[in-house]
């Protein structure tokens, strides 16, 4: 076993010494926040137009004659301006003059990319008039070398932003990899 030798710090050895510490230990805290707090507000993707037209391909359709809901099955893709997002089955809700997509519900499997971030999660809930659009179960949200873990994610499509709630939890890479 090699032989470890530690020695106090010179006086001069030790300012030039303390003053990384004590930038490496701020860091540390600062960014160990989003880990402890129970709610982080980031930047997500790019801005959206949660009034631009939306698409969406499935491999089944079945519409409700009672509520004139739709729902679409099997490898669903939503597209609306720059984001995109994907599940096993969406269910889209028109307004009451049957007009208007008022909001989408989709489970199983959920991806979210708008730009260069993607997120994952069991369900997500697009409120389309407002263009609020929430995340939620096992939340996943991946930003360059970045992750960020939470309960749920609220996203503002038409700011660009999401709130993360609920036991938030970041991995922040040290090397770029």
Known sequence: MPRVQTHAPTPRRGRAFARPLAAAAGLVLLLAAPGIAQETTVPFGTQADSSAPIEVQS????????????IFEGNVLVEQDNMRLSAARVEVIYNETQSQIASLAASGGVTLVSGDDAAEAERADYDVTSGALVLSGDVLLVRGPSTIA??????DVDAGTAQLEGRVRTFLSQDGD
């Open 59 to 70: 491999e089944t359709l079945s519409v409700s004659q009672d509520d004139g809901a739709a």
């Open 150 to 155: 939470s309960e749920r994610m609220r996203v």
